[in-house]
């Protein structure tokens, strides 16, 4: 009786370990650009956000020539802005006396990382041109100047 062996089917330990080596490549790639798309789209939602009190506020400068003071999302949903779902900054906004402008902070909560940080909206109506009488800026640590809009409101 002859015994036939089969030829076993399947892949070699070399192959296996080029395939992990590859994969193990692509994710050291992957993950770092993927966690700051994720960053960069939780500050483009806080800008927009922003953008909306901006709005907001110029508007209530308007009917009632003074700006308005807002910390919690009770006084925002007053002036028309809900902010109930954000789960990645509190936002708060001051009229600054000393120049007739108002200021937008956004901060970002443990949602959104391990590290905190800033971003902030500086109206100033006293800049004269060709300055812009708005600003935005970052702290620098997790939220960078390249994350927020090129050009002023």
Same mark, same amino acid.
């Given at each position: 009786m002859?015994?036939? !062996? ?18 193990? !490549? ?6 770092p ?12 939602? $806080? ?5 909306? !009190? ?17 910390? %919690? ?14 789960r ?7 009229? *600054? $006396? ?11 909560? $443990?949602?959104?990382?391990? *590290?905190?940080?800033? !971003? ?24 960078? *100047? %390249? ?7």
């Amino acid at each position: 009786m002859k015994k036939r !062996i089969r030829s076993q089917r399947g892949f070699t330990l070399v192959e296996l370990m080029v395939v992990i080596i590859i994969v193990g !490549i692509l994710a050291a790639i992957a993950v770092p650009l993927y966690t700051d798309y994720v960053e960069k789209a939780r500050v483009t939602e $806080a800008t927009s956000i922003m953008g909306a !009190i901006i709005t907001s506020q110029k508007i209530e400068k308007q009917r009632t020539t003074k700006y308005y003071d807002a910390s %919690d999302i009770d006084m925002f949903k007053s002036k028309g802005i809900d902010i109930s779902d954000t789960r990645y900054f509190t936002y708060a906004t001051a009229e *600054d $006396a000393t120049t007739g402008g108002f200021t937008i902070t956004a901060t970002s909560t $443990a949602s959104f990382g391990p *590290d905190t940080g800033t !971003i902030t909206y500086t109206y100033n109506p006293t800049v004269t041109p060709p300055a812009p009488p708005s600003s935005w800026a970052a702290d620098g640590t997790v939220i960078t *100047d %390249d994350m927020l809009p090129t050009a002023p409101s």
